[in-house]
């Protein structure tokens, strides 16, 4: 069983409308309570292979994976990190994306769809990363390729 844990809330945005300075800058505050949520999760992997042997659990690192699209995005082909391709006010997250709006034309080059969640292109990024991860921190303590082989 794999568990995700959560992303950079504090860089959704939706926090960055309405708690970043600038827009830019992630609201740290709310991502140390994102990272207390996953170590925890993180400890409940242990804890889990450890009572449940029948059993094997994964834990992604969704944090991590954001990190890196955040710092680095052009690498993977993302332009736009702090704003939603579909949303109204600041940084296209005060309003969520509404029926009949018209979203951006360029969502493949956005981390987010809108003030909240992930672009098809933010969450394939995660998804390969899960399943074939890219570094040691991106899953654990396997990747679901390698647990899809146990």
Known sequence: MTLFG????????NELAQNSPDGTTCVERINSANQLFNNGLKSLVNQLNNELTDARFIYVNTYGIFQDIINNPSSFGIRVTNEGCCGIGRNNGQITCLPLQTPCSNRNEYLFWDAFHPTEVGNTIIGRRAYNAQSESDAYPIDINRLAQI
Not at 6 to 13: A, E, F, L, N, R
């Open 6 to 13: 959560i992303g950079q809330i504090g860089c959704s945005p």
